[in-house]
């Protein structure tokens, strides 16, 4: 018997979560990898945060950020329950996400955690009220 991912929320969820790490991992490391030499960067595609579910959850949370762009444009899109629970399961992925990466007050750059002391981007110190 296979899952479907649209009715396991909790999969759904940690997908969703896992994306949007692997995406703040990414843009940390793209800039870097374009001049790296191909071992190097292999290395931090390894780097990036693992993938533990089904490449059917991915699949169905890729679907789920795409009708979320195309929606935030204005796009007039038939949805379908599953759909629309999806976007409800995105929309608190996100805020969770959003929450536990807050941007710096100076660059705007997504911080790895919620306690970070300084800007891994800037260097901006962060103190209590920034």
């Given at each position: 018997?296979?899952?479907?991912?649209a009715?396991?929320?909790?999969?759904?969820?940690?997908?969703?979560?896992?994306?949007?790490?692997?995406?703040?991992?990414?843009?940390r490391?793209?800039d870097?990898?374009?001049?790296?030499?191909?071992a190097?960067?292999?290395?931090?595609?390894?780097?990036?945060?693992?993938?533990?579910?089904a490449?059917?959850?991915?699949?169905?949370?890729?679907?789920?950020?795409?009708?979320?762009?195309?929606?935030?444009?204005?796009?007039?899109?038939?949805?379908?329950f599953a759909?629309?629970?999806?976007?409800?399961?995105?929309?608190?992925?996100?805020?969770?996400?959003?929450?536990n990466h807050?941007?710096?007050y100076?660059?705007?750059?997504?911080?790895?955690?919620l306690?970070?002391?300084?800007?891994?981007?800037?260097?901006?110190?962060?103190?209590?009220g920034?």
């Open positions: 018997m296979s899952i479907d991912p009715r396991d929320t909790q999969g759904m969820q940690a997908a969703l979560r896992e994306l949007l790490e692997e995406s703040l991992e990414f843009a490391v793209k870097s990898m374009e001049t790296a030499a191909e190097t960067r292999e290395s931090m595609l390894g780097s990036l945060p693992p993938r533990t579910l490449a059917g959850y991915y699949t169905a949370a890729e679907h789920l950020f795409w009708l979320e762009a195309r929606l935030k444009v204005g796009a007039a899109l038939v949805l379908s759909e629309a629970d999806g976007l409800v399961l995105l929309s608190r992925a996100r805020g969770e996400f959003e929450h807050p941007p710096c100076k660059c705007g750059k997504l911080q790895a955690g306690f970070a002391t300084s800007c891994h981007a800037c260097g901006a110190d962060f103190k209590k920034n």
